[in-house]
C-alpha cells in the first residue's frame, strides 16, 4: 500500500534503497556512482510527477520510436538530448572554459565522421549554391597563444536550403564539409557559402515533443567546427551569424555570446575572422 501515504511524505523509499542496495560492490566505481545517481534522481522524477501507468506506458513508447528512427543518416537520440539541453549541460559539465579557452557547443547530429581534406584556402562548396559567399579564416592556438600547427580543423554546415547534404539526396555527397590542417602559425582558411537557419528534423518524435511543449524547432545559422590538435582537448564548437532571428531561442541551447561573429563584406564576400584557443592536457 506504498501510494497510500499521506502526501509530503516519501513514496515508497525503501523500494529506492532496495533497487540502489543492490548495485554490488564488485561493480565497477564509476558504474556504481552513476546508476546510485540516475536510479535515485529518476525514482525522484516519478514521485515528483506522480505518473500514471498511462504516462508512463506513453513515454517507453515515445522511446521506443525514437530508436527506431535512428539509422545511419538520421539520430534521434541526439537530437531528443539536444532538445532537452541535456546536451549543453553534459558539454558544460565536461569542458572547462576560461581565458584563452575558445567556448564549446554542441556536436549536434550531422557530423558524418571522416570528411575529405583539403589545402588552405580551397571552397568547401561541390556544387555552386545561391547566397552570399563566405571566407572562413581562422587561427588555433593553445591556451597561452603559443600557435598550433597540423591541428585537424573539420567544418560542415548547411546549404541555402536548410539541409545538411546527409539530410538531402539532391546534394552531392560531402558538399559543404571538409578538414584542413593549420600551417606553422596556426592558420587556416576555407571558402563557402553563408550558412542560414534551418529546423531541426522536426518530423519524428522529438519534433512532437517539441510540439507538445509549444516549441519551435529552429537554429540560428552556424558553421560547425571539430578542431582536434595533439596534447590538447579536442575542441567542439560553432560560429553563430550575428542578427540572426533564433540566437536568444536556438532550440538545442546552442548559442554562447562570444560564438556570436560579425562577418565583413570584402571583395563581394562575406568574412569570418576568429581566434580558436584550445586546452592542453596537463
Ligand atoms: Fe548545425
Not at 541535456?86 to 549536434?108: E, K, Q
Not at 542560414?196 to 516549441?215: E, F
Amino acid at each position: 500500500m506504498h501510494n497510500a501515504k499521506p502526501s509530503g511524505d516519501i513514496v515508497f523509499p525503501e523500494l529506492t534503497e532496495d533497487v540502489v542496495g543492490r548495485i554490488a560492490a564488485t561493480a565497477d566505481a564509476r558504474v556504481g556512482k552513476v546508476m546510485e545517481t540516475l536510479i535515485r534522481h529518476l525514482h525522484a522524477f516519478v514521485r515528483e510527477a506522480s505518473l500514471s501507468h498511462e504516462e508512463w506506458r506513453n513515454a517507453i513508447e515515445f522511446l521506443t520510436r525514437t530508436g527506431k528512427m535512428c539509422s545511419e543518416s538520421r539520430q534521434e537520440f541526439i537530437l531528443l538530448s539536444d532538445i532537452l539541453g541535456v546536451s549543453m549541460l553534459v558539454d558544460a559539465v565536461s569542458n572547462s572554459a576560461g581565458t584563452g579557452l575558445t567556448d564549446s557547443t554542441v556536436l549536434g547530429p550531422f557530423y558524418s565522421g571522416r570528411q575529405r581534406e583539403l589545402e588552405d584556402g580551397d571552397t568547401i562548396l561541390l556544387r555552386e549554391e545561391d547566397g552570399p559567399p563566405l571566407i572562413v579564416e581562422g587561427t588555433v592556438a593553445s591556451r597561452n597563444g603559443a600557435p598550433i600547427r597540423n591541428a585537424l580543423v573539420e567544418v560542415w554546415q548547411t546549404a541555402p536550403n536548410q539541409l545538411y547534404d546527409v539530410q538531402d539526396d539532391a546534394q552531392p555527397e560531402g558538399h559543404l564539409r571538409a578538414s584542413f590542417r593549420t600551417d606553422e602559425r596556426g592558420n587556416f582558411s576555407f571558402k563557402s557559402g553563408l550558412p542560414v537557419s534551418y529546423p531541426i528534423p522536426d518530423d519524428g518524435p522529438a519534433g512532437q515533443l517539441l510540439q507538445m511543449m509549444g516549441r519551435h524547432p529552429f537554429r540560428p545559422a552556424h558553421v560547425h567546427f571539430m578542431i582536434s590538435a595533439s596534447g590538447h582537448r579536442t575542441l567542439v564548437t560553432h560560429l553563430f551569424l550575428c542578427g540572426d532571428a533564433y540566437l536568444e531561442s536556438d532550440a538545442v541551447f546552442g548559442v554562447k555570446p562570444s560564438l556570436i561573429v560579425t562577418p565583413e563584406e570584402r571583395d563581394g564576400s562575406q568574412r569570418i575572422v576568429y581566434h580558436f584557443g584550445l586546452e592542453p592536457l596537463d
